[in-house]
């Protein structure tokens, strides 16, 4: 497995919302389905973990769900310091847009999952994402030597540059490549899956050196910040 796993993620996102000066109280809302079931429960562990910010709201929405004013109004009731919307595009722009009517993003923080990595929500809604953070695998914005070699590669294919979703397909396809080279073979699935076992390998995600028992490379997750009508590494 060459991807960011889940726990990395939110332990990652959860470790930089903790920091936060003042940030004691977070509402939260996520797609009623297990991964958005499973992505609030992951961060909710890592803030009891912690010790802040206490979890005072939890909410589901249904994938083609387009009003969010009853969650919201319950979510800006209760006052918290933090908000953290994992809500997909196109409905995300929506869901901030509703947000500001409300009055709802003015001196709070703005937290999100990878849905706010989103050139066109930027185009649409940017000012609103103002400051938000988000967690993301990868980004265009990196500037290793393998990041940059996929946002060439992509630009000079598509005239664009790749997102997240981008990487996770050009990474294992790099590690099957160089294990079958290794191998010495592209038939013999043993001593390819033994190459591939051993790789070191810069992937534009991190460093690859080996995996483990399970299979995992244990590659690191990021937090992104948009500010300025930029995205940002941050950590």
Known sequence: RVCTRAEALTQVLGDYLAALPNNRKIAMVAPNDDYGRGDLASL?????????????????????????????LKMKSLNPDCYYINVRWPASAIVLQQMEDLAMLKGKYLSSSVNFFNKDLAKRVGHLMEGAV??????????????????KAYRAKYGDDPNDSVSLGWS??????MGIQKAGTDRDQEKIRLAIKGLQYKSPQGPINGFDDKGDSRVPAYVLQYKNKEYHLVK
């Open 172 to 177: 294992p396809i790099m590690v099957a490549a």
């Open 44 to 72: 909710t562990a890592v803030f009891k973990k912690l010790g802040r910010p206490e979890v005072v709201y939890e909410a589901y929405y249904e994938r083609n769900q387009t009003d969010f004013n009853t969650i919201l």
């Open 134 to 151: 988000m967690t993301v695998s990868w980004a265009p914005v990196f500037k290793d030597e393998e990041s940059q070699k996929l946002v």
